[in-house]
Antibody, heavy 123, light 108 residues
Framework: QVQLQESGPGLVKPSETLSLTCTVS????????WSWIRQAPGRGLEWIGY???????NYNPSLKSRVTISVDTSRNQFSLNLRSVTAADTAMYYC?????????????????WGQGALVTVSS | QSALTQPRSVSGSPGQSVTISCTGT?????????VSWYQQHAGKAPKLMIY???KRPSGVPDRFSGSKSGNTASLTISGVQAEDEADYYC????????FGGGTKLTVL
């Protein structure tokens, strides 16, 4: 059973960088694509981007200028950096498996999720 | 990409069928069969219920089904049960993912 766990600071100051790490257990990070998804309080889901173990990435066009997702296969982890944050970036941040679609198949997108990490942007 | 459009709420009595719509555009829902549905109970992470329009992951009850016509996808729960009360989100992939705003299902 694949399990994901987010970790990182729960409070970030405006204009600084939000950094989170997702640790994957129960399976190899080299077997899938991996995504970050966020949910502002009382709002819907917003996909941030995904990464493959090779380092190939795809980002939400609306966040692309501020986002970097990286992978550490030796630790079975992938990470999110979101730069120049504002209060609008306050949200629950989830890591999830999957996100790539092609050849008529989405390969069960986001079939495993972490429990989420609440990040508040405030001074 | 703009968010997909879902009704804010739907309701039904136990045993009834309930359908949640998800309207996109010819650039996303209308062009690709990459539509998925997620169930989210309060305070929990979302759960994949349907993917590739109509495919159901193992463990998801067969009362959940998905379909698509033109730019609109639908999730139908046939014989809704009390434990189905939750928020439901649709998502569509067209090079990047876009989600709907969510629909709150109330079981009366």
């Amino acid at each position: 059973q694949v399990q994901l766990q987010e970790s990182g600071p729960g409070l970030v100051k405006p204009s600084e960088t939000l950094s989170l790490t997702c640790t994957v257990s129960g399976g190899s990070i080299s077997s899938s694509y991996w995504s970050w998804i966020r949910q502002a309080p009382g709002r819907g889901l917003e996909w941030i981007g995904y990464i493959y173990y090779s380092g190939s990435t795809n980002y939400n066009p609306s966040l692309k200028s501020r986002v970097t997702i990286s992978v550490d296969t030796s630790r079975n982890q992938f990470s999110l950096n979101l730069r120049s944050v504002t209060a609008a970036d306050t949200a629950m941040y989830y890591c999830a498996r999957g996100g790539f679609c092609g050849g008529g198949d989405c390969r069960r997108p986001f079939d495993y999720w972490g429990q989420g990490a609440l990040v508040t942007v405030s001074s | 990409q703009s968010a997909l459009t879902q009704p804010r709420s739907v309701s039904g009595s136990p045993g009834q069928s309930v359908t949640i719509s998800c309207t996109g555009t010819s650039s996303d829902v209308g062009s690709y069969d990459y539509v998925s549905w997620y169930q989210q109970h309060a305070g929990k992470a979302p759960k994949l219920m349907i993917y590739d329009v109509f495919k159901r992951p193992s463990g998801v009850p067969d009362r959940f089904s998905g379909s698509k016509s033109g730019n609109t996808a639908s999730l139908t729960i046939s014989g809704v049960q009390a434990e189905d009360e939750a928020d439901y989100y649709c998502g569509s992939y067209a090079g990047s993912w876009v989600f709907g705003g969510g629909t709150k299902l109330t079981v009366l």
